[in-house]
């Protein structure tokens, strides 16, 4: 079996297999066995850090993993991570191990990864190396951790959430014992950051088998998220809601769908909540935001009337067109998200005004009429508002006396 990888990878592979061993691990391996596009390289060798540092001598190399066995190199401004094979013992806090020492074992350094699938070697040498029946594995679609599975929860928890976060992604299945173990070791999980929660759970909502596996495996996430007790607890709406995000791709609709029913009878409510929940889980200011207006704005009147789509563009500006996609997902028919879109295109086409900027009369103007302060801001709005309910054309002079009759009421 022959694999191919960047170049960068093969000069770092061809160096040191000339006097060690060394091999791509991991993601990478499986990715290239499922056509999948990979950004992220794990090369494993024997070499020590020290010799590593001395193959690559004529390269900019990095060393602030050094401890852990891991050195940085930089090849044609692509910096690799190479990593002695290593043996971990002792996990106090059931996340990081307390003893790490190095070793010339492949199949050692192998043992202390997470699943099977992730143990699969390359390098063109030797082709493929498994060593602990991963490409079996793989070829049934199973997760399976490479450990005991009751073992290897225990001594790394995260491990729980990146079996169903792989196998969602992969649309893989997850073997017997190892979902027991999950749930036999669902405790655990309070040793892991909400930062690597988040970071995990933001890779499985807009991962392929989401719905299935948030719903197998609900009362795993409910430790980070007792809310989705609360939203599975309306089995309708829930169910409406997963339905919706089968549809959708981004992970801010996807959000936006799951957490709508927060509050069955407010989206306002649903939309704080949200907010204190996204705080509370590190989720970024954009995300939390958007996620946030979505549900917010769930229920507004949404026609193909073009005065109100015109009002709509000027609340949303440049991301309406985001938020109509929301709402295809959420409750508009298909013929009615294409009607839209469709004078959506005409407004923006014909250059229609929607908004304070394409106003063809501004502040200035205002102050020569004689008004100040919030006088100003009042106004333009008032003349945005009849310009764009189509009362009075956007022009200029006829905007100035459509003002001077406002002054004079």
Do not use: W
């Amino acid at each position: 079996m022959k694999l191919s990888y960047p170049k960068e990878i093969e000069i770092c592979l061809d160096l040191l297999n000339e006097e060690f061993e060394a091999y791509i691990v991991g993601g990478a391996v499986r990715n290239q066995l499922m056509n999948i596009a990979c950004s992220d390289y794990d090369i494993t060798t024997s070499a020590t850090p020290e010799q590593i540092t001395e193959v690559f001598i004529n390269y900019r190399v990095f060393n602030s993993g050094k401890k852990h066995g891991s050195i940085g190199v930089l090849i044609d401004k692509t910096l690799v991570e190479i990593t002695t094979y290593r043996i971990e013992s002792d996990y106090p806090d059931h996340r990081h191990p307390k003893t790490v020492s190095f070793t010339d074992d492949l199949k050692l350094d192998l043992q202390r990864r997470d699943f099977t699938i992730n143990t699969l070697c390359y390098n063109n040498k030797m082709g493929l190396v498994d060593h602990y029946d991963g490409l079996e594995d793989f070829n049934r679609c199973i997760l399976r951790t490479v450990k005991d599975p009751e073992i290897s929860f225990f001594e790394d928890s995260l491990r729980i959430l990146r079996a169903i976060r792989i196998a969602s992604e992969l649309n893989f299945k997850i073997d017997k014992d190892t979902k027991n173990a999950i749930f036999n070791n669902i405790q655990y999980l309070n040793y892991v950051s909400i930062d690597r929660f988040s970071q995990e759970f933001s890779k499985f909502v807009v991962s392929e088998k989401f719905c299935d596996y948030l719903m197998e495996y609900l009362e795993v996430f409910a430790m980070f998220i007792p809310e989705l007790d609360t939203l599975k607890k309306n089995d309708v709406l829930f169910h409406r809601s997963l339905m919706a995000i089968r549809e959708a791709d981004k992970i801010n609709y996807r959000l936006a769908l799951l957490f709508v029913h927060l509050n069955p009878t407010s989206v306002i409510q649903s939309a704080s909540t949200f907010i204190m929940m996204a705080k509370r889980l590190n989720f970024n200011n954009e995300i939390t935001g958007t996620v946030a207006r979505f549900i917010q704005n769930a229920n507004i009147d949404m026609r193909n009337d073009k005065c109100l789509i015109k009002k709509r563009l000027n609340q949303f500006g440049d991301s309406f067109l985001d938020f109509l996609a929301f709402r295809k997902y959420f409750d508009l028919s298909d013929d009615q998200y294409t009607a839209i879109t469709k004078s959506v295109g005409t407004i923006i086409a014909n250059n229609e005004c929607y908004s304070l900027k394409q106003l063809h009369i501004n502040g200035d103007d205002l102050i020569k009429l004689g008004l100040s302060g919030n006088q100003i801001s009042i106004t333009l709005n008032k003349l945005l508002d009849l310009v764009i309910n189509d009362k009075i054309d956007n022009n200029k002079y006829k905007l100035i006396d459509a003002t001077e009759k406002l002054i004079q009421k």
